[in-house]
DNA sequence: CAGGATCCTGATCGATACTG
DNA sequence: CAGTATCGATCAGGATCCTG
């Protein structure tokens, strides 16, 4: 066998964790901060924090800091992850049928 | 929040498996015995024994037995799980475009 | 405000061996 | 053939406390 793991496997992996999902779609909406994040999905900051990091390791998250007291952190989708808006509407689609 | 999962979230969750994805796409081109998903995915048989499990739960696998011997298990895609593949497919192609 | 560091428990997974 | 049993390693996730 000896298959690598294909990304789709990857990415899936990472979206069945804690929070992707709502994380997501929760961005669909528009760029979010990190307070925000943690009220809609009510996750710890430690899986949040986890959570973005990997979202933004596969390029599906962007985070812009902006350099001010208090600090302020804006988490949003990329091009790539807008991408994945059909796909996420599709399981949703797909959900309403169960 | 107090809120209860979603059924698309434990369904990604275990979408996010090992295996999952593969022995979805495997049935999608008809029903397959265990061997042959064993063959198709490298799973361990433990793993593959406990992912259809979870797929049957979820009731988006069937599983058929004949009374013979050796025995012969047929896994196939129930009418819930063949919804799904559209949504699969929309993740495939999300996938190329990576 | 936006996290990082620790600690800890329970789940998950692979390997291997065995059976109706 | 189609699984189950057992074991050890690894990992994910929550709670709590701390800081630039």
Redesign the interface.
């Known amino acids: ?1 000896l ?1 690598v793991e ?4 990857v ?7 804690r929070g ?3 994380i997501l779609w929760a961005l669909v909406r528009g760029p979010q901060r990190f307070s925000a994040l943690q009220q809609e999905t ?1 996750l710890p900051p430690r899986t949040l924090s986890l959570r973005l990091k990997e979202l933004e390791d596969f390029a599906l998250v962007s985070r812009t800091a902006y350099p001010q007291v208090p600090p302020r952190v804006d988490y949003a989708l990329t091009k ?1 992850g807008e ?2 808006k ?2 996420l509407e ?6 309403k ?2």
């Open positions: 066998m298959e294909r990304p789709i496997e990415f899936l992996e990472i979206l069945g964790r992707s999902f709502p009510g790539k991408g994945l059909g796909a599709a399981l949703l689609e797909w959900e049928t169960l």
